[in-house]
């Protein structure tokens, strides 16, 4: 081995680690070089979160965690890391963990959670919109459910703005499924005492089926345009058709 790490055959990457290429390596091949060398040790938070998304996480502020790759591993433990691993001891980390992932990785929930905590606990601009889409991203995208981290908030004896976390979770189950729908629920709906109606409802038109934000008493409909999905001349067109479709058919639009 020494002989073709000499060759270049081989290059090492951590101790006990090694590529067989000399050139830049790909995060998933730094991921797995992190798992490998801290064994028995999984994926954690943003790191997790890329591992179950397959590609780097869309929500603001991710892109600074997934710099670095985040590891669990067992409390008690001591590793001297590398500058580009993030260590973090976790007392039920066989319980937390999918072991059968490649590479491990936290379950959804208990990575959706911790990182929501992570932001929350920095106090920095937009931490409270950071945390809510990273639990609401997982349960969008089906990947685990609100009741999975209901669950996995429950376990938790010690836990910072639990209050907080229940509401937010509550909302993403009952259909806020972003962090625009959760902001309106929690700052539009609610405090000036709007009707709740339903949340991600379909419905047929003469365009075709859509997505409705929501829609109040059956006659009246919400669309949330944010940025994301809305910018545009052909977005504004789209908004537009599908507008006067809901008139034509009835339906008046709240926001």
Known sequence: MRRWIRRKDLAVVLPGVMAEHTGPISWEQRAWSAVLWAEPAALAMASAVRAARGSASTFPGASADERQIHLAIARGRHLRAPTWIRLHSRASLERSVLWVASPPRQREEEAALDLALAYLSRGRRHAHLNAVAAIAEPIQAGRT??????????????????????????????GATSVLEQGYVRRV???????????????????????????????????????????????????????????????????
Do not use: C, K, N
Not at 154 to 168: C, F, N, Y
Not at 210 to 230: M, P, S, T
Not at 245 to 253: C, S, T, Y
């Open 189 to 255: 709906q609610r405090p000036h005492g709007l009707p709740p109606g339903s949340l991600q409802v379909a419905q047929a038109l003469l365009s075709g089926s859509v997505i409705r934000d929501g829609l109040v008493l059956g006659r009246q409909i919400i669309e949330l345009d944010g940025r994301a999905f809305h910018q545009g001349a052909g977005r504004r067109d789209s908004d537009l058709e599908r507008d006067l479709d809901a008139a034509a058919v009835g339906l008046g639009r709240v926001v």
């Open 145 to 174: 459910t609100a009741a999975r981290v209901l669950e996995s908030l429950d376990r938790r004896s010690r836990v910072a703005h639990r209050e907080w976390l229940v509401g937010v979770v509550e909302d993403v189950g009952a």
